[in-house]
């Protein structure tokens, strides 16, 4: 015959070993010391945005330019036709 209250004590004692093994809540991607660091390099990202932005700018304006004079001489060339 089984000794179920043997049986049941094993268990919680392994439920309960098991449990504590688990460290919830301690994951070092969080900590301190690497949130400050990563706020550290998006900072000097968005910096470096900030001063790459107008010279985007300017270029996709040349860009477009560009593109609507090959456009203009495509309509040209098709109307001389």
Same mark, same amino acid.
């Given at each position: ?30 900590? %301190?010391? =690497?949130? &400050? ?6 900072? *000097?990202?968005?910096?470096? !945005? /900030? ?9 996709? %304006?040349? =860009?477009? &330019? ?6 203009? *001489?495509?309509?040209?060339? !098709? /109307?001389?036709?």
């Amino acid at each position: 015959m089984v000794n179920w209250k043997s049986k049941y004590l094993e268990m919680k004692l392994k439920y309960i070993n098991s449990k504590n093994k688990i460290n919830g809540g301690a994951n070092p991607i969080f900590s %301190k010391e =690497n949130m &400050e660091r990563v706020q550290a390099d998006y900072e *000097a990202f968005k910096k470096r !945005e /900030a001063d790459l932005k107008p010279w985007y700018i300017e270029q996709q %304006k040349k =860009n477009w &330019e560009k593109e609507k004079e090959k456009q203009k *001489a495509a309509r040209d060339a !098709e /109307a001389k036709q």
